[in-house]
């Protein structure tokens, strides 16, 4: 019994914390954010060279081999960060070559996805909330009648323009390859509240693709292992707003006082805590269970997702408040973690989706 | 990462198992046939083999076993699943024995330690007063030390078993001048004494679960005094290096959701079970998230205590948060059992009214053992370092 982080994985992310500070702390993710497009291809590159584009990728491929709770450690970094990096795509992405590519397949893309030269997304969610397989409507037709490739729309998709390769959800629950440079893909970039993360609309019209397994489920998995990491990020965002209120709390003045004495807002810090600091140990739980394939993996997934991200909404706007009428103001950065909070909240289903997922699964 | 036990803890689970099935239910005995007596011989049993107050002294009644969370949490397992009689549980055991040993005089501990953990004598709390709550250190009830003999005169309140109990352990004004904390001492009483009056307090649920203590020239010697004059409110204080349960919150948490979830596919809502509807299925899932978060949050911290590292704050929450919890499960139990809230619950018993019962002992466990705004204070002071209330006299 030791449910706890190993000493590899506490330096993991130390290691990580440590880069974000260097490479793109607050002041530079706001410049980014303040862009037409928050990716930034000079970040990423150094995510590479610090290995996270290989983190999952296996051993014999080039990579870390890895598992999720390792990757979600540093997503929970990342979020703790507010940092725009296409780490949660691209690693969703090996993980679905992983699951479900061939050897193949895998030789192709693997080695290039752990080296850099390859960005991989994942695009699943379809209008009108599509998140799963089941209401997936994008077609692959394997050539017959001359409408060969895929065709359909994806929306939204996040950190998708400019990648290398993109894996697309198809109708009945499949998965499909398809090469970011397809004249068939066009990206159209959507507005999105959460500045810190590109997103797009994908219209497919006939991309060649190469199909992924589609045994047991492959993309049920890969969606499992999303909704791990986008809990992940969500509990290092409400961390980072804890941490942001509880320290104006002791610097901020009122009535000649830190204004953190105050019994009031003491309890409302402490409300949060309680809300935030427990919840780490369920996307640890979660990503165990997914990397052991244990037999509630999935149900844990949604669990922390919709617990996690449920949580982040709350303490986001609580951290508003305690910071007063600065926290309102666009130049105050619990703004951005408040969006990312409502991206987290609702990309891959809000959190009754998630709550009618456990509900069946428990068979109540 | 591992949740489990591996082999040598695995090993030993076998040891506890094999205890269980000789001597639990005992040879030959079953249902009513298990009498107190059964029970005690089973008892000694257990500690005779390592498994019950393993941290106490042998000397003492114990198993004087090396702490060892993993394995005091196989036991649990292994003994819960068998259905067997565990430790006396109360403040008998969890808050004076642990005291005493900690800081008790030599005669004191073979006095009174052996006879409490066998159920021999049972103790009250003597710390709460009218006029001191949350704010404990304030304690008036005095005690003068008069011809060998403490003289104690005041009021104690909210104390559990107090008409039951042989003894009692209470924190007493002894040193009036000095300051709050360093004035009081750490004494023990006997109850059955004319100075001492116990009066029953009728809780919000009709039952009398607690009292009013009076002690009026009530007399102890003045060597039942357990730590120096004016140290009792340290000696009150004490943890000792025990095997504290570190996931008895989630164990309670999950009995409860397991008990809630019975009522909802017993009870019609609407137009079906309740469980089928889906207002009730979503509070259900909110709450399964609270239950697996006290559990992942409960394994983490007996993880971290077994290696003899500290799980930060969230220690500083178990109360709060399973109190919270309790709370959330019976406002989802009343929209479920709706009229029959209208009902007794002590009348007719088995109906679904008894939810009503828990769903008011829930605000009792936002209040004793320190209410949860003072568990608040605790977690934004000690936890989060936020500066201490600049009001009052601490």
Redesign the interface.
């Known amino acids: 019994m030791d449910f706890d982080l190993s000493n590899e994985q506490e330096i993991l992310q130390e290691t990580v914390d440590k880069f974000i500070g260097n490479v793109c702390p607050i002041t530079r993710v706001r410049e980014l954010s303040e862009r037409d497009d928050p990716y930034d291809e000079e970040l990423w590159d150094r995510c590479v060279d610090l290995g996270l584009g290989g983190l999952l990728v296996p051993e014999e491929y080039g990579g870390a081999g890895l598992g999720l709770l390792d990757a979600a450690l540093v997503v929970e970094s990342l979020g703790r960060g507010a940092v725009p990096s296409p780490f949660i795509e691209h690693t969703v992405a090996v993980l679905a070559l992983r699951l479900g590519g061939s050897r193949e397949q895998k030789r192709k893309w693997l080695p290039g996805m752990a080296q850099g030269d390859v960005r991989g997304c994942v695009a699943l969610g379809e209008q009108e909330n599509a998140w799963f397989g089941d209401r997936w409507t994008t077609r692959f037709d394997s050539g017959a009648g001359g409408r060969e490739g895929v065709r359909g729309t994806k929306a939204p998709v996040s950190f998708g323009a400019g990648s290398d390769l993109v894996v697309v959800g198809t109708a009945g629950g499949g998965l499909v390859l398809v090469e970011g440079a397809d004249p068939g893909l066009r990206f159209e970039r959507i507005d999105g509240i959460d500045r810190t993360r590109r997103l797009d609309r994908l219209e497919i019209e006939g991309a060649s693709g190469s199909v992924l397994s589609a045994r047991d489920g492959i993309a049920s998995r890969v969606v499992d292992a999303w909704l791990v990491l986008l809990a992940a990020d969500a509990f290092g965002g409400a961390v980072a707003c804890l941490a942001r209120s509880v320290a104006y709390a002791k610097e901020r003045e009122q009535f000649g006082v830190k204004i953190g004495s105050f019994q009031a807002l003491k309890h409302q810090l402490a409300n949060m805590a309680l809300e935030v600091e427990p919840a780490r140990t369920l996307y640890w739980y979660a990503a165990h269970a997914f990397d052991r394939e244990l037999a509630d993996a999935s149900c844990a997934a949604a669990a922390a997702k919709s617990a996690i991200c449920d949580r982040y909404l709350r303490i986001a706007r609580s951290a508003v408040e305690v910071h007063g009428g600065i926290g309102y103001t666009w130049e105050c950065d619990i703004q951005l973690f408040l969006k990312r909070a409502l991206f987290d909240g609702l990309y891959l289903g809000d959190s009754r989706v998630h709550y009618r997922r456990i509900a069946e699964s428990s068979g109540w | ?6 082999e040598e ?1 695995e090993l030993y689970r076998e040891g506890v198992r094999e205890f269980l099935s000789k001597n639990w239910p005992p040879p030959g005995k079953s249902g009513e046939g298990i009498d107190d007596q059964a029970i005690r011989a089973f008892r000694r049993n257990a500690v005779e083999a390592g498994y019950l107050y393993r941290a106490i002294p042998r000397r003492y009644g114990g198993a004087g076993r090396e702490p060892d969370l ?1 394995e005091a ?1 196989i036991i649990r397992e292994e003994f819960r699943r068998a259905r067997a009689p565990m430790e006396i549980g109360g403040i008998s055991t969890q808050m004076l024995v642990p005291t005493l040993l900690e800081c008790g005089e030599e005669w004191q501990k073979e006095r009174f330690v052996r006879r409490t953990i066998e159920g021999e004598i049972i103790w009250c709390q003597g710390y709460s007063e009218p006029g001191s709550g949350s704010d404990l250190a304030s304690v008036r009830t005095r005690g003068e030390l008069v011809d060998g003999e403490w003289i104690v005169n005041g009021q104690k309140i909210w104390t559990t078993q107090a008409a039951e109990a042989d003894y009692m352990f209470a924190l007493v004004r002894t040193e009036p001048d000095a300051p709050k904390r360093e004035g009081i001492s750490y004494l023990l009483l006997d109850m059955k004494q004319p100075g001492i009056e116990v009066r029953p307090l009728r809780q919000i649920t009709g039952g009398t679960e607690f009292n009013e203590v009076f002690l009026d020239d009530a007399r102890t010697p003045a060597d039942w005094i357990v730590g120096q004059r004016g140290q009792g409110w340290q000696v009150s204080r004490t943890t000792l290096k025990h095997e504290r349960n570190m996931v008895g919150n989630a164990e309670s948490a999950e009995k409860l959701f397991r008990q809630l ?1 019975r009522l ?2 017993s009870v019609d809502l609407e137009e079906g079970p309740a ?1 089928d509807h ?1 207002e009730i ?2 509070e ?3 709450l ?3 239950v ?3 559990r ?2 409960g ?2 911290q ?3 205590s ?2 003899g590292k500290s799980a ?3 220690t500083l ?1 178990n109360k ?2 399973f109190s ?1 919890f309790a709370q959330r499960v019976s406002d989802v139990a009343l929209r479920i059992i709706r009229g029959d809230g209208l009902l007794e619950p002590g009348r007719r018993r088995g109906g679904n009214e008894k939810w009503l019962n828990q769903w008011m002992g829930s605000l009792g466990l936002s209040i004793a053992g320190g209410t949860s ?1 003072i ?3 605790i ?3 000690r ?8 009001v009052g006299d601490r």
Not at chain 2, 1 to 6: P, S
Not at chain 2, 383 to 390: K, M, N, S
């Open positions: 990462m591992e949740l489990g036990y591996g803890f993993l949490q979830v909802a596919r469980i889906p299925r979503v259900l899932a909110r399964w998230n609270e697996l978060i006290q992942c949050s394994y983490y007996l993880s971290r077994a290696k930060g704050n969230l929450m709060l948060a919270d705004n568990q608040r204070n977690i934004a002071e936890g989060l370092g936020l500066p201490r209330d600049v």
